[in-house]
């Protein structure tokens, strides 16, 4: 069983920051990439960035320059700096990983979500 958590989230004004963390657990024999989605309201879930195992990122454009991925590769978590932030950034914000899971010997490889952490932005 793999777990991924978000927390960080909240309100914040805009012009501020916020980070978020995402932390995977269970039996994770290997994490390759990892990102962020999120939703908003009435919305599709969008891409937000993303980050390789060799630390290679990529962001969607409504985000660069404002927002920055990272990861802690030994301790199995991702982060999410967020500044000059928006209205438009609100939303749900989720976690995304390709994680190797293990059990009883084997590995196979699967696509976990977070359940989401919710970020407002509003004066």
């Known amino acids: 069983q793999v777990q991924l958590v978000e927390s960080g989230g909240g309100l914040v004004q805009p012009g501020g920051s916020l980070r978020l963390s995402c932390a995977a657990s269970?039996?994770?024999?290997?994490?390759?990439?990892m990102g962020w989605y999120r939703q908003a309201p009435g919305k599709q879930r969008e891409f937000v960035a993303r980050?390789?195992?060799?630390?290679?990122?990529n962001y969607a454009d409504s985000v660069k320059g404002r927002f920055t991925i990272s990861r802690d590769n030994a301790k199995n978590a991702m982060f999410l700096q967020m500044n000059n932030l928006k209205p438009e950034d609100t939303a749900d914000y989720y976690c995304?990983?390709?994680?190797?899971?293990?059990?009883?010997?084997?590995?196979?490889?699967?696509?976990?979500w977070g359940q989401g952490t919710q970020v407002t932005v509003s004066s």
């Open positions: 995304n990983g390709e994680i190797r899971a293990t059990s009883y010997g084997s590995t196979w490889l699967g696509d976990y």
């Open positions: 269970g039996s994770i024999f290997s994490i390759n990439a």
């Open positions: 980050i390789t195992s060799g630390g290679g990122t």
